[in-house]
């Protein structure tokens, strides 16, 4: 078969195009890199024009007249030049509604493109899209990545990435593909809750990990215990860091003597994982259900991570709190709580980390999940 996979976020397309092409599949990937993290593409649309230093004050001054940031335009563009090879393929999978990131009204010319010239085209809800935000905007969960806005309403440009999803301009976008995509599949239990009983929702299924590229060791803490914590700030009020950044410091000042801590911001997706190589307890997101890649990695690696494991997720996998992660929720005093339980306990971030490695290992390998994705493709 051959496959498109367009956009890229946390590595997802990048663990399934392996796991796709283990399985003797061709497979061609599309996209930015996902900004600083710079993940490898086959085709790139990355901008580079408007980022070089010459050109950059020139960016600045349009965004600050205007509110429009020239590299929205580059990537269509780029992608404009690339369609020609883009063309004849059995299956496109689409990242999220918006896999290309540029102007709304060249973002529907670019997708008509593609589903002219391809034979299949399936969708993922994957971070935000129309239907996650609709549902998040009623509430009907007790926490979102909306939650700090709802709270302070100041926070509304540090969210409005997300709720851009709910303008008229994308509505246009959301509309076509609907019209036109095969069959909608979630990456992870946030975005199964928002699509129950949709007609073109086809089920969930699990983030790929390449095991094969990463080691595991059993934990051994013969000195102090590391917690890591990688920041984006460009998505810290929607992970909800400022939680465990001052969960932080009152574990550093309650107990100086047992942990190191470790923070990194916006650093590359390689560099960022030779940082929590040495962690034992990696701090990822606060406002989620089901774990995300940063932690899925660190999970298969061992550690033990403070991430999504809502009862709902516990209920569908079969598993017990605090068995294979830590639920991480929205309250500071019960982020230090579960800390220095692990603190004062590590023989237990060795037996969480075990289970943890062995969970990703059942669900999550990336040819089990490219089976899985080809068994709805070809259904």
């Known amino acids: 078969m051959k496959v498109l996979l367009l956009g890229e976020y946390s590595r997802l397309h990048n663990n399934l195009k392996e796991g796709l092409i283990s399985l003797g599949h061709e497979v061609t990937l599309v996209g930015d890199g996902d900004g600083f993290k710079n993940f490898d593409v086959d085709i790139s649309i990355r901008p580079t024009f408007f980022t070089h230093p010459l050109i950059g004050w020139f960016r600045k001054v349009v965004f600050g007249l205007f509110k429009f940031d020239l590299l929205t335009l580059e990537r269509g563009l780029k992608f404009w030049r690339k369609q020609k090879k883009l ?11 918006k896999p290309i990131k540029t102007l709304p009204w060249l973002e529907r010319k670019l997708l008509k493109n593609i589903i002219k010239h391809n034979e299949k085209v399936f969708l993922l809800s994957c971070g935000a899209d129309t239907f996650v ?11 979102s990545i909306l939650t700090p806005y709802f709270e302070d309403p100041s926070l509304q440009p540090r969210v409005q990435y997300v ?8 509505q246009k976008t959301h509309a076509l593909l609907m019209d036109h995509v095969k ?3 979630a990456s992870d239990y946030d975005y199964v809750l928002p699509l129950e009983g949709h007609p073109k929702f086809k089920g969930l299924v699990p983030n790929p990990v390449n095991l094969d590229a990463i080691e595991y060791h059993p934990m051994v803490i013969s000195e102090k215990i590391n917690l890591f914590l990688g920041i984006n700030r460009g998505n810290m009020f929607a992970k909800g860091i400022p939680y465990f950044e001052k969960a932080l410091d009152i574990i550093e000042s309650k107990y100086s003597d047992k942990v190191t801590i470790h923070k990194v911001t916006n650093v590359p997706y390689k560099e960022y994982i030779t940082f929590f190589e040495s962690a034992h307890i990696l701090l990822d997101q606060v406002f989620g259900y089901d774990q995300g890649y940063n932690a899925l990695e660190a999970m298969a ?19 017990e709190e605090d068995q ?9 005093d019960y982020l230090v709580s579960k800390l220095s339980w692990l603190i004062e306990n590590p023989e237990m971030i060795a037996n969480i980390g075990s289970t943890a490695r062995a969970f990703v290992e059942k669900e999550h390998s990336h040819q089990k999940v490219a089976k899985a994705y080809l068994s709805i493709w070809n259904a």
């Not at 063309?87 to 509604?97: A, C, H, P, S, T």
């Not at 935000?133 to 926490?143: E, F, G, I, Q, S």
């Open 87 to 97: 063309r004849g393929y059995d299956v496109v999978q689409l990242i999220n509604e």
């Open 183 to 185: 069959g909608i599949i």
């Open 133 to 143: 935000v609709n549902y998040l905007l009623a509430k009907k969960p007790k926490y």
């Open 163 to 170: 709720l851009d999803y709910a303008n008229k301009s994308h």
């Open 301 to 319: 690696r061992g550690k033990v991570v403070f991430t999504g494991a809502e009862e709902e997720f516990l209920t569908h996998y079969g598993l």
């Open 324 to 332: 294979i992660c830590i639920n991480a929720l929205p309250d500071v």
